[in-house]
C-alpha cells in the first residue's frame, strides 16, 4: 500500500468517525424532542415551521432570547428557545444547530452578567 492510500484510508476513517457522530447526535435530539413531545401531548412537526413574525429578523440573538423569556410563562430549554427563536424568524434561514449554538454561547455569556440564568434542569429564565 503506497503512503497515498494510506492517507487516503485514514482520511476516510476520520470522516466516517465524525458522520457516526453527528448522526448519533442527531438521533439524540430527536429522541429529546419526541420526549419533549409526549410530555406536552402534542404531535412531533416535521420541521419547526420558520416563519418570521414581528421585527425578530432584525433582532440580535440575545434580544430575541429576552423577548422570548419574558414572554413564557416558565424557563425553557435550549432546544426549545432555538425553535421558538427561529419560528419567529430571527436567523430563520440558518442552519438550527448552528442557530442553537449562537444562543449558548449568548445565553452563557450573558449568565455571567446575571442576564439570564439556567436551574439545574438546564431551564433558562431571563432577569430583565
Known amino acids: 500500500m503506497t503512503p497515498i492510500e494510506q492517507l487516503r484510508k485514514a482520511a476516510e476513517k476520520r470522516r466516517d468517525a465524525l458522520i457516526k457522530q453527528a448522526r448519533g447526535e442527531y438521533r439524540k435530539t430527536v429522541r429529546e424532542l419526541r420526549a419533549m413531545s409526549e410530555r406536552l401531548d402534542k404531535p412531533v412537526p416535521k420541521k419547526p415551521r420558520l416563519e418570521p413574525t414581528g421585527d425578530f429578523s432584525t433582532m440580535t440573538v440575545r434580544e430575541a432570547a429576552e423577548t422570548v423569556l419574558r414572554k413564557a410563562d416558565k424557563p425553557m430549554l435550549l432546544t426549545e428557545l ?3 427563536i427561529m419560528r419567529r424568524g430571527c436567523r430563520a434561514d440558518e442552519c438550527p444547530r448552528l442557530v442553537s449554538n449562537a444562543v449558548r454561547i449568548t445565553l452563557l455569556y450573558h449568565a455571567k452578567q446575571g442576564r ?3 436551574d439545574g434542569e ?4 431571563c432577569h430583565c
Do not use: L, P
Open 122 to 125: 438546564g431551564r433558562w429564565c
Open 82 to 84: 432555538t425553535i421558538e
Open 116 to 118: 439570564f440564568s439556567r
